[in-house]
């Protein structure tokens, strides 16, 4: 459990992605809403999606 620990703190310092959200994020409109939805039902999407 100490090294568990020890790993998650590292991830949170001097591990921790510097531009993660930049890389993975894509914000949209939400008129932007229905072209997304139906490409995602469509499998055009291989990330996931929160």
Same mark, same amino acid.
């Given at each position: 459990? =100490? =090294? /568990?620990? *020890? +790993?998650?703190? /590292?991830?949170? $310092? $001097?591990? =921790?992605?510097? *531009?993660?959200?930049? $890389? !993975? +994020?894509?914000? !949209?409109? !939400?008129?932007?809403?229905?072209? +997304?939805?139906?490409?995602?039902?469509?499998? =055009?999407?291989?990330?996931?999606?929160?």
């Amino acid at each position: 459990m =100490k =090294k /568990r620990l *020890k +790993v998650w703190n /590292r991830l949170g $310092d $001097d591990l =921790k992605p510097t *531009k993660l959200n930049e $890389d !993975i +994020v894509n914000d !949209i409109s !939400i008129n932007e809403l229905p072209e +997304v939805l139906a490409a995602i039902l469509e499998g =055009k999407y291989l990330e996931e999606l929160l």
